[in-house]
């Protein structure tokens, strides 16, 4: 009897002590999962975004990089983890649009094993040469890889990104023959690039975009439809290759059964943010991205019209991974 009461108490106190623990979210760091290199554009993202939840929470939120597999070691994670708001990570275009469309067997399933929070920023990406090689323009890259098939190397951060799926579009379209380079993530290929030991690649805006400012790499065009406004002197690929388009978009995602309030909080907070001026600045003027409605309003039809939109470079690349 004495047994049955105490499990009777418990059970009847688990509710009120959940919505304690509700209630004073966040007690304690939360970790937020970059399942991407350091170095890269989402790993810029992941800590600028974090840096604005500490500030707002009082709490530590910090980046965890766990890169590997296309995005898909550091998303799995997320998707598996406790969803207790203490480990929250970077969606992608990667994460949430290409990698369904490349693996047989893909081990997460983001439209049921993760939530939304909000977007954080839609961006083209940008191709970018050594600067030791003789081009100043798309059209002229073109001339030089038809003349010497098979001599010239892309680099990407890894096999199936959007990074390298540009480049894959790019090779079909222009119908040259380069050759992929994969790296474990966008940080590492840079010395690389910088070197001359790879010829090109295609980098998210945030950080190839510091790097042809500084005139380490000699930028040639961006893969949206129309011309960034941050960098307005750089055309677009389809101004040369007419109908070439590519674009990038990052996150924020917690695990499914993560309580409603807490969502609802990092939304806010989340929001609140990306309206600050200094990071509207960051965002649009220095890195090169555009800020999409923040939230999760309408991002199930934003991620159907995504993949409709990027099939045809999956189509073009040939590439199945598993």
């Not at 688990?14 to 937020?32: G, L, M, N």
């Not at 930028?219 to 439809?225: C, E, F, I, K, Y």
């Amino acid at each position: 009897m004495i047994q049955r009461r105490a499990l009777l108490v418990a059970a009847l106190a688990a509710p009120a002590i959940a919505r304690a623990d509700v209630s004073s979210w966040p007690a304690k760091t939360v970790r937020f999962i970059c399942p991407f290199a350091p170095g890269g554009g989402t790993d810029t993202v992941s800590r600028l975004i974090c840096d604005q939840l500490s500030r707002r929470f009082g709490q530590q939120f910090v980046v965890d990089n766990k890169s590997g597999a296309g995005g898909n070691i550091g998303t799995v994670e997320l998707a598996r983890a406790a969803p207790d708001g203490y480990t929250l990570g970077l969606i992608s275009v990667a994460s949430h649009t290409l990698n369904p469309m490349l693996y047989a067997r893909l081990p997460y399933d983001p439209d049921k094993e993760i939530v939304s929070i909000s977007r954080l920023a839609v961006l083209p990406n940008l191709l970018g040469v050594t600067p030791s090689l003789p081009v100043s323009s798309v059209a002229e890259l073109i001339e030089v890889c038809k003349a010497n098939p098979g001599k010239y190397s892309f680099a990407s951060s890894g096999p199936g990104s959007s990074l390298h799926l540009s480049g894959e579009l790019f090779k079909a379209m222009a119908a040259v023959d380069i050759i992929h380079v994969p790296y474990k993530g966008a940080g590492p290929a840079y010395n690389d690039l910088v070197s001359g030991t790879i010829t090109m690649m295609f980098a998210n805006m945030p950080s190839m975009l510091p790097q042809v400012r500084r005139g380490r790499i000699r930028g040639l065009g961006v893969t949206s439809r129309e011309r960034s406004w941050a960098a307005p002197d750089l055309p677009t690929i389809g101004e040369t290759l007419p109908g070439y388009a590519a674009t990038s978009w990052y996150g924020a995602g917690a695990p499914t059964g993560t309580p409603e309030p807490i969502l609802a909080r990092l939304e806010t907070a989340i929001a609140e943010a990306l309206a600050e001026p200094d990071i509207r600045k960051r965002w649009e003027t220095d890195l090169g991205m555009d800020m999409p409605p923040p939230g999760r309003k309408g991002f199930e039809i934003f991620l159907a019209e995504d993949r409709r939109l990027w099939a045809p470079a999956v189509k073009a690349s040939g590439v199945r991974l598993d």
